[in-house]
C-alpha cells in the first residue's frame, strides 16, 4: 500500500474538514470484496471507509493531489500545532528525561529528550502500537552504521531511541541550496541509500521529506536518511503485499504490485525523482489530479528535465533521466554507482554514461605520456592558464565597476530624495520613507541575478543606504565590513568601512564607560583606540572625497566625545572645522547645536548644586552658548521642517535648560510647554520615530507628572498621554520604542507611588501585558532583551523571580554591561526575598557566579563586587562579611585629592555601614566618623556641600555620631536640617512656585524616586532618636507622630520596605503615646 504517513494524513484531512457521511447500509457483500482490492493501494482504515461509502473515491482522490504536495515525513505531522513537555514514559525508566513531543506520525508519537546516561539528546519514538511493524522498521534501521542513516540507539518494549536532527527536512531547505549543493546532497544520500542496500534492506519511500537535514558548525547542512517503517529486507515483501511508498516517488514496478521486481533499482528511482524535484521544482509528470498522476508514472515517460529547466547541463539530465528509466535493469546498478556519477559531474570529469567517445580516449592517452609532452603542454597550459585568468579578472573587474555603477546612482539618488523629503513643509513623512526605503528591494533585487560581481559592490551600497535612512542601524555596520571581506576594497568600500569600524569601536568603548578616566584602564583603551579608530583613520588619509570628508569628521568626533568629553572646546573645533567644509550639511549643524549646549552643561556643573538663589557665576556664558545653540536648532528645522530630529534637539534642549536653570532661564511650566510643542511637531512628521515617542514619555514620566501630583491633581491623564506613545504593530522600531517606554513606564508607576498617588491601573496593565508579550517573543538565546523585561518589573516593584530563573537558564550575557545588569538584577532579588522574610541566599549566590564569570580588569567588576558586598552586609552580615567589609576599606584607604566620584562614595557607604554595625556591638564608630567627616570637607567632595548626596552623608553623621556625643540633641537637629534641606531638593517644587524656583528634581538625581526613598528613611530614624531622647511628652508624641506620617510615606512609595522600617515603626508607635 502507499505511505502509511500519506494514508494517515488523508484520514485526519477527511475528518478535520467532515468530509466523511454514514454507512451505507445492504451492501455487506460487494464492500468486503471491494475493500480487499482497495486496501493494496490505501490500507485497511481508508479501503473500510471507502467500500462502506462513508468516504467517496472523488474525495479520496483529492486529498491525496493535495497530501503528496504538503505530506511532512515521519518527524511532524501535519495537524501538529507545537512542541509540549510531557512527564516520562512507561518503560523508558529514569535513564530519558526532560521528554517534549515534537511531532506525530502514522505509526507513533516523537518525543525530544535527554539521555543523561551519555548527556546527549535523543528522539524516542512511543509507538501507538508496541508489537505493529515498526519494529520492523528499528530492526533492519539499526543494521546500517553509516553517517547518512538515522541511527537507533535503542529498542524498548513500546519504544525506539534514535539519533536527534534537529535541522529542517531536505524539501525545507531546498529552495535556499544552489544547484551544485542540491547535488552534493544527492551524492550522500545515494552513499547512505547505498549502505542500506549492502545489509538487503531496500527502504521503498524515498522523499525529500524523508531527508533529514543535521546542521554542523560552519553553516552546512549532512542529510541523514530516515523513516525505514516501508523497508523490506532480504526475506522479501512483507504479508500486507507490495509497498508503494509515496507517489510521485514511487517506481513503476511498486505500481504494478509486483514484489518480486523490487530492489536496489527501486530507490535508485526514486534518488532520480527526488534530483529532478530539487532541479526543477517540479514533479516529472504532467497531470491535473492524483489517478492522472498514478497513470502517467505507470504509462508515460517522464517530461525531459531540459525540457523544464533548460540551462540545466546535458550530463546531469542524463544522469536523471538514467534512474527514471521505466525498466529497472535501465537505471543504475546500485545507489553507490549514482552517488559515483554525481561525484564525476561535480568533479567536471567525463560520466561513465556516456562511454568511451574519441574526446574521452584522447583525454586517455594523453594523461598516459605526460612525460613526452608534458613540456609542451605545460606551457601552453601556463600561457593559456595566465591569459584566462587575466581576462577573466578582467571581465570581472569590469562587471563590478558596472554593478558598482548601477548601485552607487541608486544611493545617490536616496540620499537626494531623503534630502528633499527633510527640506519639504513639516509632514508625516512615513509614506515617503517607506517608498525610499524601495531602493533597498531594487539593490537586493539586482544582487540576486548579477551573481559575486554583483555581491560587494551591492554590500556597499545597502551599508551606505541603510546609514543614510538610520545612522544607527546596526545592519549598516555589517553589510559594509561584509562588502570588504567579499574582497571589495575600492576607494569608495575602504573609506565607508569607517562605519564599521565606529560601530565595533563604540561597543567596545561601552565595557569601560564607567570607568573611562581611570588610570587603571588606560592601557586597555588605547588598545581599543589602536584596533578600531587608527585604521579607521589610516583608510581615510589622504582622500578628499565628499563621502571620506564627512566620514573623517565622524571619526574625529567620537574619538573626542568617547575619551575627552570634559574637552568641549576640542569638540567645537572638530565640528566648526567640518562646518567650513560643508556649511549647508544638517549633520555638522545639529552637531555644533549638541556641543554649545554640552558646553553650557560643563559651565554650571561646578555650581548649579549649591543652594537655591543667585546666579551661577558663569551664568552670561552658558546662556550665550545656550542662545547661540537654539538659534541654530531653529536654522536647522526652518531648512528642513520634516526632519525628526531637530524636533528632539529642540526638546532636550528645553528640558536640559529646566534642570540647569540660570537667571535668564524661562519658568518650568513655560519649558514644559515648549518641550512638548516640539515634541508634538516631530511626532506630527513622524509618529514611529524612537527618540522622539521616548523624550515623550521622559517628559511626561520624569517633569510633568511630578509637578502635577504635587499639586493634588490627578495622574489619569498624563497616563493616557503615554499609553497613546505605544507604536502601531505594524510599524518599525518597536523593539528600541519598547525598551524606552517600558523604563519610562515603570518610573511613572514609581513616582506615583512615592508621592502618596496610586499608579492608573490602565497603564500598570498596559506595561504588564507588554512585558508578558515581548518575552513570549524573545529567544533565551537574547539575554539582554529579556533582562530588561525582568528589570522592567523589577522597577515597577513586582515579582520579577520566575522571569530571571529563566535568564539563568539560558546563555548568559557575554559582555560586561549586560553581567552587571544581571547580577544587579539578581540583588535587587535578594532585597525583594530579604523584605517578604525570606532567604536571599540562592540569589545572593547567583550574583556571586555573575561575578565569577565577568572579565578582569573591568570597572563593571569592580562596581559590581561593591555592590555585592554591600548587599550582603546588609542582608546577611555575618562576621566573615564584616571581616571582608573591613579589608577592603583598609585597601582603599582615606581618598586623595583627585579621587574619583563613584570611589568616595563606595568609601563612605562602606564606613557607615560598619559604624551602624560597631554601634550594635557596643563599639565605638568615631574614629570611622571622623574620617568620613573629613572626606566630606575636602576636594573633591566639598565641591558639591549642599547637594542632596552631600546633605544625605551629612545627616547620617550627625545621626550616628549622636548616640556617643556628649550633646546627641544638637547632632540630631544639625541632621534633621540636612535631611530636610536635601528633601527640599529631591521632592517636586510647590505648585504656586514661580521663575526659578519652580523646578523639577536635580539631574544629578535621575533616579529621584530611589533617592526619596532614602531620604525619607534616614529621615524617619532621625525623628524617632529625637522622640526617643526628648524629656517632654508631647513633643515627644509629636516626633513620634511626624516619623511615623513619614515612615508612611516610605511604604506607599515602596511597600516591600516593610520589614526594614518595622522595629522603626513598633517604636515609633510606643513613642507617640503621651506619658501622663
Known amino acids: 500500500m502507499f505511505s502509511a504517513h500519506l494514508t494517515s494524513r488523508i484520514q485526519q484531512e477527511a475528518q478535520s474538514r467532515g468530509l466523511l457521511g454514514e454507512p451505507r447500509p445492504g451492501q455487506e457483500g460487494d464492500a468486503a470484496g471491494y475493500q480487499d482490492r482497495e486496501a493494496a493501494y490505501w490500507g485497511t482504515e481508508l479501503a473500510s471507509l471507502l467500500a462502506t461509502g462513508q468516504l467517496t ?93 538515522c541511527r537507533v540507539y535503542e529498542v524498548g518494549q513500546g519504544y525506539l531511541v534514535m539519533q536527534l536532527v534537529e535541522g529542517p527536512t531536505l524539501a525545507q531547505l531546498a529552495p535556499q541550496l544552489e544547484v551544485r549543493e542540491k547535488l552534493r546532497i544527492m551524492r550522500d544520500i545515494a552513499l547512505g541509500v547505498h549502505a542500506a542496500h549492502q545489509k538487503g534492506l531496500i527502504h521503498l519511500d524515498l522523499k525529500l521529506n524523508n531527508i533529514l537535514m543535521d546542521p554542523h558548525e560552519d553553516g552546512s547542512f549532512h542529510p541523514i536518511v530516515s523513516d525505514f517503517g516501508m523497508v523490506m529486507g532480504a526475506s522479501g515483501p512483507s504479508d500486507q503485499g507490495c509497498n508503494l511508498g509515496t507517489p510521485p516517488y514511487t517506481s513503476p514496478e511498486q505500481l504494478a504490485k509486483d514484489p518480486t521486481r523490487l530492489g536496489p533499482a527501486t530507490d535508485v ?64 546498478a546500485s545507489a553507490r554507482d549514482l552517488a559515483e556519477e554525481l561525484d564525476r559531474y561535480l568533479r567536471g570529469e567525463p560520466l ?57 546612482k541608486i544611493v545617490g539618488d536616496l540620499g537626494a530624495r531623503l534630502d528633499r523629503i527633510h527640506r519639504r513643509p513639516a509632514h508625516d513623512i512615513r509614506g515617503d520613507l517607506d517608498e525610499a526605503s524601495t531602493s533597498l528591494g531594487q539593490i537586493e533585487a539586482s544582487m540576486g541575478g548579477g551573481g559575486e560581481a554583483a555581491a560587494g559592490p551591492a554590500c556597499l551600497a545597502l551599508g551606505q543606504a541603510h546609514f543614510m535612512i538610520d545612522p544607527e542601524d546596526p545592519q549598516a555596520a555589517a553589510l559594509l565590513q561584509k562588502a570588504w571581506d567579499l574582497g571589495y576594497r575600492t576607494e569608495s568600500a575602504r573609506a565607508w568601512l569607517t562605519v564599521a569600524r565606529l560601530a565595533h569601536y563604540r561597543g567596545a568603548m561601552w565595557s569601560f564607560m564607567p570607568g573611562i578616566q581611570d588610570p587603571a584602564n588606560a592601557g586597555r583603551v588605547r588598545e581599543i583606540r589602536r584596533q578600531y579608530l587608527d585604521p579607521a583613520r589610516a583608510m581615510l588619509k589622504g582622500r578628499s572625497s565628499a563621502d571620506q570628508v564627512k566620514l573623517a569628521f565622524l571619526v574625529d568626533l567620537a574619538d573626542a566625545q568617547t575619551l575627552d568629553v570634559s574637552n568641549i572646546e576640542r569638540q567645537l573645533q572638530i565640528v566648526q572645522a567640518f562646518r567650513a567644509q560643508r556649511p549647508d550639511d544638517l549633520d555638522g549643524q545639529l552637531e555644533e547645536a549638541a556641543a554649545l549646549n554640552l558646553k553650557a552643561v560643563l559651565l554650571l556643573m561646578p555650581t548649579y548644586t549649591k543652594p537655591e538663589g543667585g546666579a551661577p557665576p558663569d551664568a552670561p556664558e552658558a546662556d550665550a552658548c545656550r542662545a547661540k545653540a537654539r538659534d541654530l536648532l531653529l536654522r536647522i528645522q526652518r531648512t528642513a521642517p520634516s526632519l525628526p530630529k531637530v524636533y528632539a534637539a529642540l526638546a532636550e534642549s528645553c528640558l536640559r535648560e529646566n534642570t540647569m536653570p540660570t537667571t535668564a532661564t524661562a519658568p518650568t511650566l513655560e519649558l514644559l510647554s515648549r518641550t512638548e510643542t516640539w515634541l508634538r511637531a516631530g511626532l506630527a512628521v513622524r509618529r514611529d520615530d524612537p527618540t522622539l515617542v521616548v523624550l515623550q514619555a521622559q517628559c ?229 566618623l571622623s574620617l568620613v567627616q573629613a572626606c566630606l570637607h575636602q576636594p573633591p567632595l566639598n565641591q558639591y556641600a549642599l547637594s542632596p548626596d552631600w546633605l544625605t552623608w551629612s545627616a547620617t553623621l550627625h545621626l550616628l555620631g549622636a548616640r556617643r556625643a556628649p550633646d546627641p540633641g544638637r547632632e540630631l537637629g544639625q541632621a534633621l536640617d540636612a535631611v530636610d534641606r536635601a528633601l527640599v531638593q529631591v521632592l517636586p517644587p510647590s505648585p504656586t512656585a514661580r521663575g526659578a524656583a519652580q523646578r523639577s528634581r536635580p539631574e544629578r538625581f535621575p533616579d529621584h524616586v530611589a533617592a526619596l526613598g532614602r531620604i525619607r528613611l534616614l529621615k524617619a530614624e532621625i525623628l524617632v532618636e529625637l522622640a526617643g531622647r526628648n524629656t517632654q511628652p508631647q513633643r515627644r508624641a509629636h516626633l513620634a507622630r511626624e516619623a511615623l506620617a513619614v515612615i508612611q510615606a516610605c511604604l506607599a512609595g515602596d511597600p516591600l520596605v516593610a520589614r526594614r522600617l518595622a522595629p522603626l515603626a513598633a517604636k515609633a508607635r510606643q513613642l507617640s503615646i503621651p506619658l501622663s
Not at 115 to 143: C, F
Not at 277 to 290: C, K
Not at 312 to 317: M, T
Not at 356 to 376: D, E, I, S, V
Request: hydrophobic share 40%.
Open 352 to 408: 561513465a554514461l556516456r562511454g568511451a567517445a574519441p574526446g574521452y580516449r584522447l583525454a586517455k592517452w594523453l594523461r598516459r605520456n605526460r612525460k613526452l609532452q608534458w613540456m609542451g603542454a605545460a606551457s601552453l597550459a601556463l600561457l593559456l592558464a595566465a591569459l584566462g585568468l587575466f581576462l577573466r579578472r578582467l571581465t570581472f573587474v569590469s562587471q563590478q565597476a558596472e554593478w558598482d555603477h548601477h548601485f552607487q
Open 700 to 928: 511626561l514620566a520624569r517633569y510633568l507628572l511630578p509637578l502635577r501630583l504635587a499639586a493634588g491633581q490627578d495622574p489619569g491623564p498624563l497616563a493616557e498621554a503615554w499609553l497613546k506613545l505605544r507604536p502601531d504593530p505594524a510599524s518599525g522600531p518597536q523593539a528600541k520604542v519598547w525598551k524606552g517606554l517600558r523604563a519610562t513606564g515603570a518610573t511613572f508607576v514609581r513616582c506615583c507611588r512615592s508621592l502618596g498617588a496610586a499608579p492608573p491601573r490602565a497603564l500598570v496593565d498596559a506595561l504588564r501585558s507588554q512585558v508578558q508579550e515581548a518575552w513570549s517573543r524573545t529567544a533565551p538565546s537574547d539575554p539582554t532583551t529579556r533582562l530588561d523585561l525582568a528589570t522592567t518589573l523589577l522597577d515597577m516593584g513586582e515579582d520579577a523571580t520566575p522571569l530571571l530563573e529563566a535568564v539563568h537558564q539560558a546563555p548568559l550575557p557575554a559582555e560586561p554591561p549586560g553581567q552587571y545588569a544581571l547580577g544587579r538584577a539578581d540583588l535587587r532579588v535578594a532585597e525583594q526575598q530579604w523584605q517578604r522574610g525570606g532567604d536571599p541566599a540562592p540569589w545572593i549566590q547567583r550574583a556571586e557566579a555573575v561575578l565569577e564569570g565577568m572579565p578582569t580588569p573591568s570597572p563593571f567588576r569592580t562596581e559590581f563586587a561593591r555592590e555585592l558586598l554591600s548587599t550582603q552586609a546588609r542582608l546577611i552580615g555575618d562576621e566573615a562579611t564584616w571581616r571582608r567589609l573591613r579589608d577592603e576599606v583598609t585597601h582603599m584607604q582615606a581618598p586623595r585629592r583627585g579621587t574619583l566620584d563613584r570611589e568616595l562614595t563606595w568609601y563612605i557607604e562602606f564606613q557607615e555601614l560598619l559604624a551602624r554595625h560597631e554601634l550594635t556591638s557596643d563599639l565605638d564608630p568615631g574614629p570611622r
Open 269 to 332: 528511482y526514486a534518488l532520480g525523482v527526488m534530483t529532478y524535484v530539487l532541479l526543477a521544482g517540479r514533479i516529472p509528470f504532467e497531470a491535473s489530479d492524483f489517478p492522472g498522476l498514478l497513470r502517467a508514472m505507470a504509462e508515460d515517460p517522464p517530461v525531459p528535465l531540459r525540457t523544464r529547466v533548460p540551462s540545466v547541463d546535458r550530463d546531469l539530465a542524463s544522469i536523471v533521466a538514467k534512474c527514471m528509466a521505466k525498466a529497472p535493469g535501465a537505471r543504475f
Open 57 to 149: 473515491e472523488s474525495s479520496l482522490h483529492g486529498l491525496a493531489w493535495e497530501a503528496i504536495g504538503g505530506e511532512a515525513g515521519s518527524w511532524a505531522d501535519p495537524l501538529f500545532r507545537g512542541p509540549a513537555p510531557m512527564g516520562g514514559l512507561k518503560g523508558l525508566g529514569d535513564r530519558y528525561q526532560d521528554l517534549v513531543r515534537i511531532g506525530e506520525g502514522a505509526s507513533a508519537h516523537v518525543f525530544k529528550g535527554m539521555d543523561t546516561l551519555l548527556q546527549r539528546h535523543v528522539a524516542i519514538k512511543a509507538l501507538k502500537d508496541p508489537r505493529g511493524p515498526v519494529l520492523v522498521e528499528a530492526r533492519a534501521q539499526a543494521r546500517v552504521e553509516h553517517p547518512g542513516v
